[in-house]
């Protein structure tokens, strides 16, 4: 049981340029999100998904695209990469979208733009 | 639109020593609190939540209403304490979406 995998750990783009951060997980989690981490602004969400098959937008959503064509798995696409986007980027998952559930996070990926 | 304010970005204290983690919160709805850790080279990890009333490695924290706060609290500070320690609310409505505080770096000196 691995938990929620996040790859790659370190990637370093030019501006203009996209990507996908992959995020899986194997717990059977319904509720999967993304956020990014910034110094002196803690986490942010990026965008969140309750299920295969839906999603939508959190707190700072533009240049980021989403999927959730399966349970496990929850890709972050950076459509046109931008300075602004250097940040630390985490996936989390919980069991449900109902009160009191716990989120499970990654390792993290961090993201520069050149 | 909700908030969490943590006002310490650094937090240091002794070993033995009592800890108090600052947490308060604005949010129109009725709030679900929790507190993540997060220790060096580990992942980003819930400690607790207010809900469940427990005690997690020592340390407790409130939910005061009436202050909007929920402070995190420990009377004997450990070295393994040290770590970035962060305050969440989660928003109903739709996902699990917790907005977090920008967080407080616990380090606890011998």
């Known amino acids: 049981n691995a938990g929620v995998t996040q790859t790659p750990k370190f990637q370093v783009l030019k501006t203009g340029q996209s990507m996908t951060l992959q995020c899986a997980q194997d717990m059977n989690h319904e509720y999967m999100s993304w956020y990014r981490q910034d110094p002196g602004m803690g986490l942010r969400l990026i965008h969140y998904s309750v299920g295969a098959g839906i999603t939508d937008q959190g707190e700072v959503p533009n240049g980021y695209n989403v999927s959730r064509s399966t349970t496990e798995d929850f890709p972050l696409r950076l459509l046109s990469a931008a300075p602004s986007q250097t940040s630390v980027y985490f996936c989390?998952?919980?069991?449900?979208?109902?009160?009191?559930?716990?989120?499970?996070f990654g390792s993290g990926t961090q993201l520069s733009v050149l | 639109a909700q908030r969490v304010t943590q006002p310490e970005k650094l937090l240091s204290v002794f070993k033995g020593a009592p800890v108090e983690l600052k947490c308060n919160y604005s949010?129109?709805?009725?709030?679900?609190l929790f507190w993540y850790v997060q220790y060096s080279r580990q992942r980003l990890q819930l400690l607790l939540r207010?809900?469940s009333r427990e005690s997690i490695k020592g340390f407790t924290a409130d939910l005061n209403k009436g202050e909007t706060s929920f402070h995190l609290k420990k009377p004997f500070a450990q070295e393994e304490d040290s770590a970035m320690y962060y305050c969440?609310?989660?928003?109903?409505?739709?996902?699990?979406?917790?907005?977090f505080g920008t967080g407080t770096q616990l380090k606890v000196e011998l």
């Open positions: 949010y129109s709805g009725s709030p679900e």
């Open positions: 207010h809900i």
């Open positions: 989390a998952s919980s069991y449900s979208s109902g009160t009191n559930e716990k989120l499970f």
């Open positions: 969440a609310l989660r928003v109903t409505g739709g996902g699990n979406k917790l907005t």
